[in-house]
């Protein structure tokens, strides 16, 4: 009987991998009865904007009814803020789900859809679920090779996912690289870019999206309210894209899939221009303070522009991530992401990082003193 069900899953969706999110961290401190830090998922670790929280407290009392499906107040101040039409503004259940109704509009069988390797796992997991076949691009230098990517391209191809910032690898590419990209590729093609980390990066060159997007069409811009504002629970997230493409994933959506409290905190969310500086500027120092103790140690971390840093630690990256776990830290093996060498670890507060410090080291010492005994 069982045999016959799992023969009612297409192929195409039996062959997929499964998303593995970082552990929680009730289970790890239940299983191991300690208390845990949580540097796996790169979340905001100075909490959500406290304006966001007040104005949900506000309106708990309105949950009985629905909430506006259209999301009318946040699409109109976005457009405000980004100078672009209301009916050019997607809202989500987070940018997960722009990443899979892109998708859901623009593959079908026969259409591909390219990526790199070592990047986000749903940009793959959405290409292969909706039916398109999956290319993949290797990395150069930990980043996205986008003159490789722009050689890949077909008329065939559907859409193409960047994310930039990079998750996992923390790198980024400039205006200029991503310009030449699109003049490269063919107008049919959508380039969906994510810019979940686009606070935290420092280099100066970075893209300027929604000036590009006023020349190509062929652009979405995915933003989340997940990172520096703090709301990764509460699930919101938008895009930026031509109206076509908006009304075909409206469409697709459900009608009422972000919740009238994730709405009302993400309009005061960006209000809260407080809360952002606060959470650029603490992940600003907090990371340079990671990375040289890092380097300090004789680890090699990537230079970082998110909140996150990834480092190559050898062969024994999953072990690694296992002696931390008993620590007391939990950090992300990257292993399910094609990169079995290295680690991520999010930029935590000044104590977290710290914790995290301190038990790097004395894994680090415990090899030391294990190579040291099979030298002699
Ligand atoms: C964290 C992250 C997101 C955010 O996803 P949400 O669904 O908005 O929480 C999007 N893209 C990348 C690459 C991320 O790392």
């Known amino acids: 009987m069982t045999h016959a069900i799992e023969n009612l899953i297409p192929e195409y969706l039996r062959g997929l991998p499964v998303y593995v999110p970082g552990r929680p961290i009730e289970d790890v401190e239940r299983e191991l009865n300690i208390h845990a830090i949580k540097v796996a998922s790169n979340e905001n670790p100075l909490g959500p904007s406290p304006m966001a929280m007040e104005a949900v407290k506000r309106i708990l009392g309105e949950s009985n009814r629905y909430p506006d499906g259209g999301t009318h107040r946040l699409r109109e101040k976005l457009a405000g803020i980004f100078g672009v039409d209301s ?67 077909t008329q065939d191809t559907g859409v193409v996912y960047l994310a930039n910032p990079n998750n996992p690898t923390g790198t980024a590419f400039s205006g200029a690289e991503l310009e030449k990209f699109l003049a490269g590729v063919p107008a049919t093609t959508m380039v969906v870019l994510d810019e979940a980390y686009i606070h ?3 280099r100066p060159d970075m893209p300027k999206s929604v000036d590009l997007f006023r020349k190509h069409k062929n652009l979405l811009i995915l933003r989340t309210f997940s990172k520096v504002y703090g709301l990764a629970g509460l699930r919101i997230g938008f895009g930026i894209g031509e109206k076509h493409l908006v009304t075909a994933m409206n469409k697709l959506r459900t009608p009422f899939n ?90 935590g507060t000044v104590e977290e990082n710290g914790k995290f410090l301190s038990a790097m080291a004395q894994v680090l010492e415990k090899r030391a003193g294990k190579s040291e005994l099979t030298a002699r």
């Open 200 to 202: 935290y990066a420092d």
């Open 258 to 347: 972000v919740s009238g409290i994730a709405q009302v905190a993400a309009l005061a969310a960006l209000d809260d221009g407080a809360h952002v500086a606060r959470s650029i500027e603490s992940n600003r120092t907090e990371r340079a303070r990671l990375f040289g103790a890092m380097k300090e140690m004789g680890m090699r971390p990537a230079p970082s522009e998110t909140n996150f840093i990834f480092v190559n630690v050898g062969p024994e990256a999953a072990k690694t991530c296992d002696e931390l776990l008993h620590m007391g830290v939990i950090v992300r093996p990257l292993g399910w992401m094609g990169l079995p060498e290295a680690i991520r670890v999010s930029v």
């Open 87 to 153: 009916d050019e503004i997607f809202i989500g259940l987070g940018s997960s789900e722009l990443i899979d109704l892109a998708s859901r509009v623009l593959l079908r069988p026969g259409k591909t859809g390219v990526t790199s390797e070592g990047s986000y796992a749903p940009f793959s997991i959405a290409i292969r679920a909706n039916g398109g076949e999956l290319e993949l691009v290797g990395l150069r230098d930990f980043a996205y090779d986008l003159e490789e990517i722009a050689q890949v391209v």
